[in-house]
């Protein structure tokens, strides 16, 4: 069945502050355990469900820098990340949003807004994270926001940096036209953006995707399950997961026979993302 998202403008500070305000909000940050100190990571929820129907902002704080890394903010979330980031007093250097769909870059307008960092984005969606070249018609099928500026469009194989932390960009086109996952190699860690989920992938067949599943599932398969097992995946929806896990046991990534049989059951992870 298809979610049909309602339109949103770039949000005035009024209204995200307005939506994200309340303890219990601020209380659903939830830290992101693993073996990566000094580095902090944060899950930061854009809103209140507990499934595929929620999304995530990820907050990446490195105190010996005291610079701090924000991934795909929401709305919701963009205030709580920057609360959160105040009050363990770092500074956000870097915003990021893995593809153009604004579960995932609601909160740029306002990341940009208050702080002097800079922002990055696959550098073929630049122009529709600017706004460019989406027509009505994609405007009813998913919320729009406005980011005001793209300072880094990144390619795939390209690094960014957090501190003294290397980011490695990885493309991953599918469910937009050329999403990207960030992947830590000394931290093995990897942020999917809406590419892998867990137990599935995102959706494809909507507006600026691929008419079907195959192209994505060929790049996780070449380029994500080619990541050590024990790779932390942090997703843009849904639970948790690790490579290992989903090489295993996501059927979208089996083997043809194992295929076929996903193809009868409903996709995991396709009421949003």
Same mark, same amino acid.
């Given at each position: 069945?298809?979610?049909?998202?309602?339109?949103?403008?770039?949000?005035?500070?009024?209204?995200?502050?307005?939506?994200?305000?309340?303890?219990?909000?601020?209380?659903?940050?939830?830290?992101?355990?693993?073996?990566?100190?000094?580095?902090?990571?944060?899950?930061?929820?854009?809103?209140?469900?507990?499934?595929?129907?929620?999304?995530?902002?990820?907050?990446?704080?490195?105190?010996?820098?005291?610079?701090?890394?924000?991934?795909?903010?929401?709305?919701?979330?963009?205030?709580?990340?920057?609360?959160?980031?105040?009050?363990?007093?770092?500074?956000?250097?870097?915003?990021?949003?893995?593809?153009?769909?604004?579960?995932?870059?609601?909160?740029?307008?306002?990341?940009?807004?208050?702080?002097?960092?800079?922002?990055?984005?696959?550098?073929?969606?630049?122009?529709?994270?600017?706004?460019?070249?989406?027509?009505?018609?994609?405007?009813?099928?998913?919320?729009?926001?406005?980011?005001?500026?793209?300072?880094?469009?990144?390619?795939?194989?390209?690094?960014? &940096? =957090?501190? @003294?932390?290397?980011?490695?960009?990885?493309? !991953?086109? +599918? *469910?937009? #036209? /050329?999403?990207?996952?960030?992947?830590?190699?000394?931290?093995?860690?990897?942020?999917?953006?809406?590419?892998?989920?867990?137990?599935?992938?995102?959706?494809?067949?909507?507006?600026?995707?691929?008419?079907?599943?195959?192209?994505?599932?060929?790049?996780?398969?070449? &380029? =994500?399950? @080619?990541?050590?097992?024990?790779?932390?995946? !942090?997703? +843009? *929806?849904? #639970? /948790?997961?690790?490579?290992?896990?989903?090489?295993?046991?996501?059927?979208?990534?089996?083997?043809?026979?194992?295929?076929?049989?996903?193809?009868?059951?409903?996709?995991?992870?396709?009421?949003?993302?």
């Amino acid at each position: 069945m298809k979610t049909r998202l309602p339109h949103v403008a770039a949000p005035t500070l009024a209204l995200v502050v307005a939506l994200a305000t309340g303890a219990a909000a601020a209380e659903r940050i939830l830290p992101v355990e693993g073996g990566w100190a000094p580095l902090q990571v944060y899950q930061v929820p854009e809103s209140s469900g507990t499934d595929y129907t929620d999304a995530h902002c990820y907050l990446f704080c490195d105190p010996p820098s005291g610079e701090a890394m924000v991934v795909d903010a929401g709305v919701r979330s963009g205030p709580l990340a920057l609360e959160r980031a105040a009050s363990l007093g770092v500074r956000i250097a870097l915003v990021v949003s893995t593809h153009f769909h604004a579960d995932h870059s609601g909160g740029n307008a306002l990341m940009l807004s208050r702080t002097s960092a800079r922002m990055a984005a696959p550098a073929r969606e630049a122009p529709l994270l600017l706004g460019e070249g989406l027509s009505a018609a994609d405007k009813k099928e998913m919320v729009c926001a406005i980011t005001p500026r793209v300072d880094l469009r990144v390619k795939h194989g390209e690094e960014l &940096k =957090l501190g @003294a932390h290397s980011i490695r960009v990885i493309e !991953l086109g +599918g *469910h937009s #036209p /050329a999403g990207i996952a960030l992947h830590m190699p000394a931290q093995k860690l990897l942020v999917a953006g809406d590419s892998l989920l867990s137990g599935g992938i995102a959706r494809t067949g909507i507006p600026h995707a691929t008419k079907t599943h195959e192209p994505l599932v060929a790049a996780i398969r070449q &380029k =994500l399950l @080619a990541l050590p097992d024990d790779t932390k995946v !942090l997703p +843009g *929806h849904g #639970p /948790a997961t690790t490579i290992g896990a989903e090489r295993a046991t996501n059927p979208w990534l089996q083997a043809p026979a194992k295929a076929e049989k996903a193809k009868e059951t409903p996709r995991p992870g396709t009421k949003k993302g």
